[in-house]
């Protein structure tokens, strides 16, 4: 892991696992041996996680802190909450690229994302549809790396951009 000057934790992908750096094959020539593999990256992400609910788990203060954050992230797994948690505490609502551009803001310049899981689903298939299965049901078959960002990382584009308001304190 990087600790960047605005306090965010980067996940470094090499650090965690080691990429194996070859010559590209023939066949895929504009394949880049720099970038980690998918299951390099889930590796990593899985690492961080693990080291996340350690730190949790063995502070009781942190775990305050946790369960604070926890609270504004209610739409995301505890996984990811812990894995947005520890890469950037100060985080209060995150989305996708395209979802802040759906939304009217831009991710500015050279802003760090920060990495969480996000499920890979697939819909019945026709024999299973034919043996009962729900053809509208999708099913999480595995996970892949996935990149958002927080409000906070993000520009106004438009007059309508979405304006984040915390919620009120209890």
Request: hydrophobic share 45%.
């Amino acid at each position: 892991m990087n600790l960047t000057m605005t306090g965010q934790t980067a996940l470094d992908f090499t650090s965690f696992v080691p990429v194996a750096v070859s010559a590209p094959s023939t066949a895929d020539a504009s394949a880049t041996t720099d970038r980690p593999s998918r299951e390099d990256r889930l590796t990593a992400a899985h690492a961080v996680l693990a080291s996340g609910l350690s730190d949790v788990r063995d502070d009781p203060e942190a775990m305050a802190r946790f369960l604070a954050f926890r609270a504004r992230f209610h739409d995301y797994s505890l996984n990811n909450t812990v894995l947005i948690w520890t890469q950037n505490p100060a985080a209060r609502f995150v989305k996708g690229y395209r979802a802040w551009q759906a939304v009217g803001r831009q991710v500015r310049r050279g802003e760090t994302g920060i990495t969480i899981l996000a499920p890979v689903v697939r819909r019945a298939t026709k024999a299973e549809i034919a043996a009962g299965a729900d053809p509208d049901k999708k099913t999480a078959i595995a996970f892949r790396t996935a990149t958002v960002f927080d409000y906070a990382q993000t520009d106004a584009v438009t007059d309508d951009a979405l304006v984040y308001v915390p919620p009120a304190s209890r």
